[in-house]
């Protein structure tokens, strides 16, 4: 991001800023702009008819500005009783918050030991990580995962939605890129020296370097988990669903009850909203600093 | 965080006594041999335990799941060889899947990742304010896919759709009713996957870009190359590996697809009156736990892999000869 300080072009007398490769002419600008306005809209959209009464979401022309009936709609979603919202809440809540936790340290642990450590089996190990990302394991193994589930006893439990979760392999490798960059080999084999246990080492050493990493692979698990949607709807049941779940049956069983979908759809948006508002510069910033070493 | 690295390599050597007193133990030598060699298991033991289970497990167990029948309704297995996988090839709604999916995948990667090469490279100029822009292209990767299929399915409504009052204005005079044909419904599908990952793939190009040494565009400049050239000749080449990994992300993402078509048919996997948008994911689902044909689903996924290896495959040799061959 720095090196954009870096262009201070020199100007020549006949040089009228053509010369200058990454000079925003106005074209550009107007395009961005019209982009981030068409990334905003569906989301303004969906608050416009979540503000607004059922007669006003038909309405033609349609309505572009929200009304103030958003107080009521939340009441009528949380008295919807066949769509368990609230539960929905709650679990996406849980669930999404212990599998960020756990993937997290689950990450950081292997990371560790992956870009700091010797043992046998290192790069075979680590290499089946990077093979078992590309394959979609969850479309793949969903009849068995299922059939597992089943002789668990763990269809419609939360521990169904959590535990398939913490295997993630794009965590530890993002875990081991950023160890390996952050924590100096020194700083280890110095602590090493010192007497510390391997344990005492990640404690002490690791994870105050590498937090910056796991607060971005937090942020990634966490809006990554509070999506998923297909092994959820087929786990669980309608009493007992993640928020994705919860709305995808109100969407079926009040398909013309836009002003009821649409509030929901915005409660179980809302979350992300907050974190992306909060945290947008980390997650920028994460992706892109992912996307060069991938 | 550097800063604090720093000061800890700057502390002067450890007191000396220290490592001495321990080391002189025997057994707190033997505990640190065994600290040695068994931590570092210790350490990876939770993903590979966890991935033993959850992932490898069920991929090698659908295998053999895909050469039972389970008869009716989840019944007893009874061995039956590749059965699944004959009846899977000589059945036309199954292909019609196939067809769909690759459909939507082409009508949605294509235009996707063409926006988001030329929205990168607005975005990789001097502006200002260049956060809010990251920011906003970025916004609709935050929303939850449901949420995203939701809006846009109610925007794409017969009666009182936006997208239909706006075309509207620009002389179609009878209301498209979206989701009743192929080509309608792959469009609507495919606008709520461009919406959802356009940004996403530009922000990913952009930080492929920016690590393109600066100067190669001054020489250009000099030589007097114009901006479109110099996208073509240095932008394009420079950046390929970050389009071969966008285009692996899009190809499993694509074939995988699921969350928008089942809520573009109101929740349910038929994928329309007559699975007109029915995709892989969906029949998968649709057999497995609407059907309870546990065996034939499992063989449909292993099919679906085989198909994203080949799309893969296919994808990474047409993306490979971008802006010349090296």
Do not use: C
């Not at chain 1, 009936?69 to 849980?94: K, M, P, Y």
């Not at chain 1, 450590?117 to 990077?130: C, K, V």
């Not at chain 2, 990168?120 to 100029?125: G, I, V």
């Not at chain 2, 073509?232 to 993402?253: A, C, E, K, N």
């Amino acid at each position: 991001m720095t090196t954009i300080t870096q262009v201070a072009p020199v100007r020549r007398p006949k040089d009228r800023g053509r010369r200058d490769p990454f000079r925003a002419t106005p074209l550009t600008k107007i395009a961005l702009g019209i982009t981030v306005l068409l990334s905003i809209f569906p989301l303004y959209w969906m608050v416009i008819i979540a503000s607004r009464t059922n007669s006003d979401a038909v309405e033609v022309p349609p309505p572009l500005l929200p009304g103030g009936n958003l107080g009521e709609n939340v009441q009528r979603v949380l008295n919807t009783e066949d769509a368990h919202f609230v539960t929905g809440l709650v679990n996406s809540l849980i669930v999404t918050t212990t599998v960020t936790i756990s993937v997290v340290i689950i990450s950081t642990f292997a990371g560790f030991a992956f870009a700091r450590l010797r043992f046998r089996g290192r790069n075979l190990l680590l290499g089946s990580i990077l093979i078992t990302m590309m394959v979609p394991l969850q479309q793949m193994g969903i009849v068995p995962l299922y059939q597992l589930m089943v002789s668990l006893g763990w269809v419609g439990t939360l521990k169904a939605v959590i535990l398939p979760y913490l295997l993630n392999g794009f965590g530890v490798f993002m875990m081991t890129q950023y160890t390996d960059q952050a924590v100096p080999e020194e700083l280890v084999e110095a602590a090493r020296v010192d007497g510390a246990s391997t344990m005492r080492i990640w404690w002490n050493v690791i994870l105050p370097a590498v937090r910056p990493g796991m607060a971005v692979l937090a942020l990634q698990t966490f809006m990554l988990n509070w999506n998923e949607f297909m092994w959820p709807m087929i786990v669980l049941t309608p009493e007992n669903p993640t928020v994705q779940v919860s709305i995808s049956f109100l969407t079926a069983a009040h398909t013309t009850d836009y002003v009821l979908i649409f509030t929901g759809t915005a409660l179980s948006v809302l979350p992300l909203i907050v974190v992306f508002v909060a945290f947008g510069r980390q997650i920028v910033g994460g992706l892109m600093e992912g996307a060069v070493k991938a | 965080m550097s800063v604090h690295l720093h000061t800890q390599r700057a502390d002067p050597a450890p007191p000396p006594h220290r490592p001495g007193r321990r080391r002189s133990r025997p057994t707190s030598r033997l505990w640190s041999q065994l600290d040695l060699k068994a931590a570092p298991y210790f350490l990876i033991s939770p993903y590979f335990v966890l991935f033993a289970i959850f992932g490898l497990f069920p991929l090698v167990f659908t295998l053999w799941v895909s050469l039972q029948d389970y008869g009716l309704a989840g019944g007893d297995a009874t061995f039956t060889g590749l059965e699944n996988y004959s009846k899977l090839l000589a059945d036309a709604d199954f292909w019609n899947a196939v067809v769909n999916t690759v459909g939507i995948f082409v009508l949605a990667t294509v235009p996707q990742l063409v926006l988001a090469l030329l929205l990168a490279n607005a975005l990789n100029k001097r502006l200002r304010g260049r956060l809010f822009f990251r920011l906003g292209v970025l916004l609709p990767l935050v929303t939850s896919v449901v949420a995203v299929a939701i809006v846009f399915t109610q925007l794409y409504g017969r009666d009182f759709g936006l997208f239909n009052w706006l075309l509207g204005h620009v002389g179609v005079d009878h209301n498209i009713d979206w989701q009743s044909s192929k080509w309608s419904s792959w469009t609507a599908i495919a606008t709520m996957v461009d919406w959802r990952w356009t940004g996403y793939n530009a922000i990913i190009y952009l930080a492929g870009m920016q690590t393109i040494p600066r100067d190669l565009y001054e020489a250009a400049s000099i030589d007097g190359a114009s901006p479109r050239k110099q996208f073509w000749s240095i932008t394009l080449p420079m950046i390929r590996p970050t389009i071969i990994f966008t285009v692996f992300v899009s190809t499993i993402g694509g074939l995988t697809l699921f969350a928008e078509p089942v809520m573009f048919a109101s929740n349910r996997m038929d994928g329309g009156t007559t699975g007109q948008f029915q995709t892989i994911a969906m029949y998968i689902v649709e057999q497995g736990f609407r059907n309870f044909d546990y065996g034939y689903a499992a063989a449909a996924a292993w099919l679906l892999f085989l198909l994203i290896l080949l799309g893969v495959g296919i994808n990474y040799t047409f993306v490979r000869r971008i802006g010349g061959s090296r």
